[in-house]
C-alpha cells in the first residue's frame, strides 16, 4: 500500500504552465502520475503537451476537479500567490495539496494551513520536495528512478536527505516517502505521517529524518512511545552546525540546548529509535534491523 497517494490518484497542477511546473509535471507523469489537468485561469481551455499526451488546462481547480475527479493538487505557484491557491484548493474541496513552493511568508503559511484544516484538506508542505509512492505516483519534485516499491516509510524535514535515504535503501524500496518541508508552518507533520505508517500494513519500517531547530522530533518520539509499535530509525541533520549560527531551514532556530541535534538524538534513543550518525550509517542501521526481523 501507500500514504497519502496511490496510483488511484488524480493529480492537478497549480502552475503546470509556467517553467518549473512544466518541467515538473513531465517528471511526474514519467513515473505514472495519473496527472489529469492544470490550473492557470489566464488559460482555461487550453492544454500543454507532454510527449504523446495532451493535459488540459482549467480556470480554477473546483473546475478541473468537477471535469476529471482530481483528489490531489501540486502547487508550483510564485510566493506570492501561494497563498491564494492553497485557500482555492481548499474551497474546492480537494482532499490533499502538495505545496512545492519555497520562500512564502510565514504569516501566508499560518492563514492557509489553519484555513485548508478547517476545510478538511491535507497540506503537504510548504517548501517541500512532494511526496511519492514507488511504482504508483509521484506528486511533486522528488526523483522517482532512484528507488522503487518496497517495505520502509520514510518522512523527512530534507528534501535532500530524503533523496540520500532513497538511494541508499533503494535495494530494499519504499512504500511512500514524504517530505514535509522544514518551514516553521506545516500542514503535516512527523507525527502525522508516523501514524499513517503505523496504519500501513505493508510499511515494516519507518524512516524520520529531522533536523536542528524547534521540538518536533521531541514531539514525534513521545508519539512513537505511546503510539508505533514499528521499529523507528531515524536521522538528525546538523550535528557539526556551528553553536550560534543560523543554518539551513527557516525552521532550524537553536534555542540554548533545545533544539539541538544532540537533545533530539536523546529523546529518539530514550524511546528506542535507533539514531544514526550520518546517513550512511542511518541506512546501515534500517538494514540491520530488518535483517533482524527476518
Known amino acids: 500500500m501507500a500514504i497519502y497517494l496511490t496510483k488511484e490518484s488524480k493529480v492537478l497542477v497549480q502552475g503546470?504552465?509556467?517553467?518549473?511546473?512544466?518541467?515538473?509535471?513531465?517528471?511526474?507523469?514519467?513515473?505514472?502520475?495519473?496527472?489529469?489537468?492544470?490550473?492557470?485561469?489566464?488559460?482555461?481551455?487550453?492544454?500543454?503537451?507532454?510527449?504523446?499526451?495532451?493535459?488540459?488546462?482549467?480556470?480554477?481547480?473546483?473546475?478541473?476537479?468537477?471535469?476529471?475527479?482530481?483528489?490531489?493538487?501540486?502547487v508550483f505557484v510564485p510566493p506570492a500567490f501561494a497563498k491564494a491557491a492553497v485557500v482555492e484548493a481548499?474551497?474546492?474541496?480537494?482532499?490533499?495539496?502538495?505545496?512545492?513552493?519555497?520562500?512564502?511568508?510565514?504569516?501566508?503559511s499560518v492563514a492557509f494551513t489553519a484555513y485548508a484544516r478547517g476545510k478538511g484538506t491535507r497540506i503537504i508542505g510548504p517548501n517541500c520536495p512532494g511526496l511519492i509512492s514507488p511504482g504508483q505516483s509521484n506528486a511533486g519534485i522528488i526523483p522517482a528512478d532512484i528507488t522503487k516499491q518496497g517495505r520502509i516509510?520514510?518522512?523527512?524535514?530534507?528534501?535532500?536527505?530524503?533523496?540520500?535515504?532513497m538511494y541508499e535503501l533503494r535495494d530494499i524500496g519504499f512504500t511512500s516517502c514524504v517530505g514535509i518541508g522544514g518551514d516553521p508552518v506545516i500542514g503535516t507533520t512527523h507525527i502525522d505521517c508516523l501514524e499513517a505508517f503505523e496504519n500501513d500494513p505493508e510499511t515494516e519500517l519507518i524512516v524520520l529524518i529531522g533536523e536542528i531547530g524547534g521540538d518536533a522530533e521531541e514531539r514525534a518520539a513521545a508519539h512513537i512511545r505511546d503510539h508505533v509499535s514499528k521499529p523507528v530509525v531515524?536521522?538528525?541533520a546538523g550535528f557539526t552546525a556551528p553553536e550560534g549560527k543560523t543554518m539551513g531551514h527557516a525552521g532550524?532556530?537553536?534555542?540554548?540546548?533545545?533544539?539541538?541535534?544532540?537533545?533530539?538524538?536523546?529523546?529518539?534513543?530514550?524511546?528506542?529509535?535507533?539514531?544514526?550518525?550520518?546517513?550512511?550509517?542511518?541506512?546501515?542501521?534500517?538494514?540491520?534491523?530488518?535483517?533482524a526481523d527476518q
Open 16 to 74: 503546470m504552465t509556467g517553467a518549473e511546473g512544466t518541467k515538473h509535471t513531465r517528471r511526474m507523469i514519467a513515473a505514472g502520475t495519473n496527472v489529469v489537468g492544470g490550473v492557470n485561469p489566464r488559460k482555461a481551455g487550453t492544454s500543454v503537451d507532454f510527449d504523446d499526451r495532451a493535459v488540459p488546462v482549467f480556470g480554477s481547480v473546483a473546475d478541473g476537479m468537477r471535469a476529471t475527479g482530481a483528489d490531489v493538487t501540486v
Open 90 to 108: 481548499a474551497d474546492a474541496g480537494i482532499p490533499l495539496a502538495v505545496v512545492i513552493t519555497e520562500g512564502i511568508p510565514v504569516h501566508d
Open 153 to 165: 516509510g520514510l518522512v523527512s524535514k530534507s528534501g535532500t536527505l530524503t533523496y540520500q535515504l
Open 234 to 236: 531515524a536521522y538528525i
Open 252 to 291: 532550524a532556530i537553536v534555542s540554548g540546548s533545545s533544539g539541538t541535534a544532540q537533545a533530539k538524538k536523546a529523546a529518539l534513543e530514550a524511546v528506542g529509535v535507533r539514531v544514526g550518525a550520518t546517513p550512511t550509517e542511518t541506512a546501515r542501521l534500517v538494514l540491520d534491523r530488518l535483517a
